[in-house]
C-alpha cells in the first residue's frame, strides 16, 4: 500500500531510521506512480542524500518536489539552492538565497552565502551587513560564520575585528588555510611580523609548497635586512619551484636580487637577474636593477650592456640616458654621449643633470672652437635652474678659468665649496690662482684644507707642491722644506719636490746640498716631465755654482739649459749674473736685455741690470731700473718653476741705497734701507745682529756677513757702503733716544758713524782714507786688516 509504504518511512525518519531501509520504502512507495504524495520530508531526505552522493540532478528533482509539497520550504529552498551552485548556476542560487534571508528569518546559511556572493561583486559594506547578520543568528559560534565574517571585515578595512573572527573561527576549524594566509597578511599589514610568521608557518605545514605563504614569508624575512638574508633567499627560491607565471617570476628574482644586494653579494644578484633576464629580455625595471649592480661591481662592460639595452627599449628614464652618456663620455664617444643627453632633455628639458652632462660634453671637445663657450653656456643654464648644484658650480669655474676670468673663476669655486665643503677640484685650482695673484694666506689656506683630505693623491701632491713654492715665495723656507718631504713621502722619486729642496737650500745657503738634490731631481726627471723641468734645474745648479764661485761650471750649465730652451728668462739673467762675477758688465747687460726682449719689464732682470748698472757707476741709470722693478704690478711673480720671492724687492730697495749713496744722498740711502728691512729676512736679521757689532767697532764680521747672504749678490765695497749706512741709521736711531736713556751709546754710534766716512750732517767725509773703527772697550785704534777694508769701502762703488 503506497500510503502505508509512506508512512513507514517518514516514521524511520523521524526515528532516525536506517537509510537504506528508509529509501527503499520511499522507491517502492513512488514506484506506484504517485510520486508528489511522498511529501516534503520524505523528498528533502531523499534530495539531502542524493546530494550527499554528487548526484545533484536526483537532488534538484526531489527539492523541487518538496517545494511543489510545501511552497516557499525554507530547507527544500536552501537544499535547491546548494544544488544550483553545485552545478555553477549562480544566479538561480543567489535568487533562492534571497528567498530564504527575508528579516525575520534566523538561518544562517543564505545570509552567509550571500555574503560570499556580495565579496565576489565587490560590495565589501554589503557583504559585512550580511556576513554580521548570520553571526548574530548563530546559535552558537560557527566557524563557517566566523570565518566569512572576517573575510567581509577585511575587504572592508576593519582589520582589526577581522583578525579576531579569523583567530575565534581558526580554532573551530584549525586547518583552513586561506583563512591562515589572510590572517597572516593583516598581521604583516599590522607590523605584527612575528604573528605573521606564526600563521605562515602553520599555513605551510599544511602545504609547503603553497606559493602565497612562501613568498610572504621571504618577503617578512627580507624586511630584516641582513638578518634574515639567507632564509629569505630560501623561501623566494620555494615560491619559484611553484613555477608562477613569467611576471611574477620577475618580480620574485628582482627581490631576491635585493636581498643579495642588501648583503654585498653582488655577483649573485648579478647571476640572479640575468637568470631572470633570459625569460625576460625586455623588463625595464631588470635591466635597471642589473646597470646598478654592474656599476658597483665596475663592470663597464655590464653597464655598457645595460645601458645600451635600457636605450634600445626606449624604456630609459632620463637619469638612465644621462648615466648612459656619462659612460660614453668617459670613454671618448663625445657624439654618442650627446645623443643620450639631447634625448634626456628632449624627455625632461629642465634635467639639470643632463643639462651640466652636455656642457661637459662640449668641455672636454678639442675639435670646435666655441666648444668652451657652449660648455658656459650649458651651465649658465643649469645654474640658473638649480644654483646650488656643485657640478654646475665647478664646471661653469673651469670655463671662467680657462678663459682667464679669474675673479669669476674663484667666485664659482668658492660657491661650490659651501656645496661641497671638501671637493678637490675648487679647492686645488682655488689655491693655484691664488698662488698665481700672489695671494699667498688664502692660496696656504685652500691647499692646506685640500692635503688634509682624505682624497686623492695626486690632488693631495699637486697641493704640497704648489705648497711649497708658495712658502719659498715667502721666504718661510723651513715651511717649504717640510710640505717637500711630505711629497716626497707620497712620491718619492718625485723631481719637482727634490727641485724644491734644492732651492731652500740655495736660498739659506747650502750650495753642495742643494747641487746633489738637483742632481738627484735631474736623475729623476723623464720624458714625462718635460723639458721645462730640466731647464729650470740646469739653471738652479748654474746659481748654486756661481755663489761657490764656480764660474766655469755655473756657465757651463746655463749653456745647457739655454740650448734646450734659447729665451728661457731665469737662466738668461742668471747667465748675466755669471758674467757679472766674470766682470764682464757688457756681456751681462747683454744677456739680462734678452730676458727683458722675452718678457719685458720683468723684475728681476730690471733688478740685475740695475745692478750691472750701479757696477759701473752708473747710479742715475741704476737708480731708474730698479724704481721701474719696484713699480711693477705683480713683483713676485713667475720665473721659471717658481715664483720669485720677496728679497727681490728687498735687494731692489739695497741696490737703490747703495745707488743714492753713490749720488752722495745718504738720507734717501737711509730710507731705502728700512724698506729694505721689510722685504729681505735674511738681510733684516743681518741687520738686526749687526747694532752690537757697529757700537764695539768690530764691523769686519758685519761686512762679511753681508757678503754671505744667499739671496744678495753684492761685492766687498758694497758691503762697506752698507755698514757705513747702517752706522749712520744706528747713530740716528740712538741720538733721537740719547736725552732719556744710552747717552754713551749714541756717543760711540756717532764716533763709529765718523769713522766710516759718514758726516753728521747726513753726506760721505771728504776724506777718502777713513778712520779705523773705534775698538772694544774704547781702546785706542791699531792698524788692523779692518782699516784697509775700511779704505776700499771709501773708494767708488764700481772699483773692486
Given at each position: 500500500d503506497p500510503l502505508a509504504l509512506r508512512c513507514a518511512a517518514r516514521a524511520l525518519v523521524a526515528t532516525g531510521g536506517p537509510e537504506q531501509e528508509i529509501r527503499s520504502l520511499a522507491?517502492?512507495?513512488?514506484?506506484?506512480?504517485?510520486?508528489?504524495?511522498?511529501?516534503?520530508?520524505?523528498?528533502?531526505?531523499?534530495?539531502?542524500?542524493?546530494?550527499?552522493?554528487?548526484?545533484?540532478?536526483?537532488?534538484?528533482?526531489?527539492?523541487?518536489a518538496a517545494l511543489s509539497s510545501r511552497p516557499g520550504d525554507e530547507s527544500a529552498l536552501l537544499g535547491l539552492a546548494r544544488v544550483c551552485m553545485q552545478r555553477k548556476d549562480l544566479a538561480k542560487a543567489k535568487q533562492l538565497y534571497e528567498q530564504v534571508s527575508v528579516p525575520g528569518l534566523a538561518s544562517v546559511e543564505p545570509l552567509l552565502r550571500l555574503s560570499e556572493f556580495a565579496l565576489e561583486a565587490g560590495s565589501a559594506e554589503e557583504a559585512y551587513s550580511l556576513a554580521s547578520r548570520a553571526a548574530r543568528a548563530a546559535p552558537a559560534p560557527d566557524a563557517a560564520v566566523l570565518l566569512g565574517l572576517g573575510r567581509a571585515c577585511a575587504k572592508t578595512g576593519r582589520n582589526e575585528e577581522a583578525v579576531r573572527s579569523f583567530e575565534q573561527g581558526l580554532s573551530l576549524k584549525p586547518g583552513d588555510s586561506s583563512a591562515m594566509m589572510t590572517l597572516a597578511t593583516l598581521h604583516k599589514a599590522a607590523g605584527r611580523d612575528q604573528d605573521a610568521l606564526v600563521w605562515l608557518k602553520r599555513v605551510l605545514e599544511t602545504n609547503p609548497l603553497d606559493y602565497e605563504a612562501n613568498l610572504c614569508m621571504a618577503q617578512l624575512h627580507a624586511a630584516r635586512k641582513a638578518a634574515g638574508a639567507s632564509q629569505a633567499l630560501h623561501y623566494f627560491r620555494a615560491a619559484l619551484q611553484r613555477r608562477p607565471g613569467v611576471k611574477e617570476a620577475q618580480e620574485i628574482q628582482s627581490q631576491m636580487a635585493s636581498v643579495q644586494i642588501a648583503i654585498g653579494s653582488w655577483r649573485d644578484a648579478q647571476q640572479t637577474l640575468e637568470s631572470a633576464l633570459t625569460d625576460a629580455p625586455d623588463a625595464v625595471d631588470l635591466w635597471r636593477q642589473l646597470l646598478t649592480v654592474c656599476t658597483n661591481l665596475q663592470d663597464a662592460k655590464g653597464q655598457q650592456q645595460c645601458q645600451k639595452r635600457l636605450a634600445q627599449l626606449n624604456g630609459s628614464a632620463p637619469a638612465d640616458r644621462v648615466a648612459y652618456g656619462n659612460q660614453l663620455l668617459s670613454e671618448g664617444q663625445r657624439r654618442e654621449a650627446r645623443e643620450q643627453f639631447?634625448?634626456?632633455?628632449?624627455?625632461?628639458?629642465?634635467?639639470?643633470?643632463?643639462?651640466?652632462?652636455?656642457?661637459?660634453?662640449?668641455?672636454?671637445?678639442?675639435?670646435?672652437?666655441?666648444?668652451?663657450?657652449?660648455?658656459?653656456?650649458?651651465?649658465?643654464?643649469?645654474?640658473?635652474?638649480?644654483?646650488?648644484?656643485?657640478?654646475?658650480?665647478?664646471?661653469?669655474?673651469?670655463?671662467?678659468?680657462?678663459?682667464?676670468?679669474?675673479?669669476?673663476?674663484?667666485?664659482l669655486y668658492q660657491q661650490c665649496l659651501k656645496v661641497k665643503h671638501n671637493a678637490q677640484e675648487p679647492l686645488y685650482y682655488l689655491g693655484e690662482m691664488l698662488y698665481k695673484q700672489h695671494r699667498h694666506?688664502?692660496?696656504?689656506h685652500y691647499l692646506a684644507r685640500l692635503v688634509d683630505l682624505d682624497g686623492g693623491v695626486d690632488y693631495k701632491t699637486a697641493a704640497l707642491y704648489l705648497l711649497a713654492k708658495s712658502y719659498v715665495a715667502l721666504d718661510e723656507h723651513e715651511e717649504a722644506?717640510?710640505?717637500?718631504?711630505?711629497?716626497?713621502?707620497?712620491?718619492?722619486?718625485?723631481?719637482h719636490f727634490r727641485f724644491i729642496l734644492a732651492l731652500?737650500?740655495?736660498?739659506?745657503?747650502?750650495?753642495?746640498?742643494?747641487?746633489?738634490?738637483?742632481?738627484?731631481?735631474l736623475r729623476h726627471c723623464d720624458s714625462a716631465e718635460g723639458d721645462q723641468l730640466q731647464v729650470d734645474i740646469h739653471d738652479w745648479l748654474a746659481q748654486a755654482y756661481e755663489r761657490k764661485g764656480d764660474i766655469d761650471q755655473a756657465m757651463a750649465e746655463i749653456e745647457q739649459a739655454l740650448q734646450r730652451d734659447p729665451s728661457h728668462v731665469s737662466s738668461l739673467i742668471t747667465k748675466g749674473l755669471v758674467h757679472i762675477q766674470r766682470k764682464q758688465l757688457d756681456q751681462a747687460e747683454i744677456a739680462i736685455r734678452r730676458a727683458l726682449a722675452v718678457e719685458a719689464n720683468h723684475p728681476l732682470a730690471l733688478v740685475r741690470l740695475g745692478y750691472c748698472k750701479l757696477l759701473a757707476n752708473e747710479c742715475q741709470e741704476a737708480t731708474h731700473l730698479l724704481q721701474k722693478a719696484l713699480l711693477q704690478r705683480a713683483l713676485l711673480q713667475q720665473c721659471g718653476t717658481v715664483a720669485l720671492p720677496r728679497s727681490v724687492k728687498g735687494a731692489a730697495r739695497i741696490y737703490m741705497a747703495l745707488a743714492y749713496m753713490g749720488q752722495q744722498d745718504v738720507e734717501g740711502a737711509l730710507l731705502q734701507l728700512v724698506e729694505a728691512r721689510k722685504n729681505h729676512r735674511n738681510f733684516s736679521e743681518v741687520c738686526g745682529r749687526g747694532k752690537p757689532a757697529i757700537v764695539k767697532g768690530e764691523c769686519e764680521g758685519l761686512a762679511q756677513q753681508l757678503r754671505r747672504i744667499p739671496d744678495l749678490h753684492i761685492n766687498l765695497a758694497q758691503a762697506w757702503q752698507l755698514v757705513h749706512l747702517m752706522a749712520k741709521e744706528l747713530e740716528s736711531d740712538l741720538s733721537r733716544e740719547s736725552s732719556s736713556r744710552d747717552i754713551t751709546g749714541a756717543t760711540a754710534a756717532t764716533a763709529a758713524a765718523s769713522r766710516l766716512g759718514v758726516s753728521s750732517t747726513g753726506s760721505t767725509a771728504a776724506s777718502p782714507v777713513p778712520s779705523?773703527?773705534?775698538?772694544?772697550?774704547?781702546?785706542?785704534?791699531?792698524?788692523?786688516?779692518?782699516?784697509?777694508?775700511?779704505?776700499?769701502?771709501?773708494?767708488?762703488?764700481?772699483?773692486?
Open positions: 522507491r517502492r512507495a513512488a514506484g506506484s506512480g504517485d510520486d508528489a504524495a511522498l511529501g516534503r520530508d520524505l523528498h528533502c531526505y531523499l534530495a539531502g542524500c542524493l546530494e550527499r552522493e554528487r548526484d545533484f540532478a536526483g537532488a534538484e528533482r526531489h527539492f523541487a639631447e634625448q634626456a632633455l628632449k624627455a625632461d628639458p629642465d634635467n639639470v643633470e643632463a643639462i651640466v652632462s652636455l656642457a661637459t660634453s662640449w668641455r672636454h671637445d678639442p675639435y670646435r672652437e666655441d666648444a668652451l663657450d657652449e660648455a658656459k653656456r650649458g651651465y649658465e643654464r643649469a645654474l640658473q635652474l638649480s644654483p646650488t648644484n656643485a657640478d654646475a658650480l665647478e664646471g661653469a669655474a673651469y670655463c671662467h678659468r680657462k678663459m682667464n676670468d679669474l675673479d669669476q673663476a674663484a667666485m694666506a688664502e692660496c696656504q722644506a717640510k710640505k717637500a718631504t711630505q711629497g716626497l713621502a707620497l712620491n718619492p722619486n718625485n723631481p731652500v737650500k740655495n736660498r739659506v745657503g747650502e750650495y753642495d746640498a742643494s747641487i746633489a738634490s738637483l742632481k738627484e731631481a779705523p773703527l773705534p775698538s772694544p772697550a774704547g781702546t785706542p785704534p791699531t792698524d788692523t786688516p779692518s782699516a784697509s777694508q775700511a779704505f776700499v769701502a771709501a773708494r767708488p762703488l764700481g772699483s773692486g
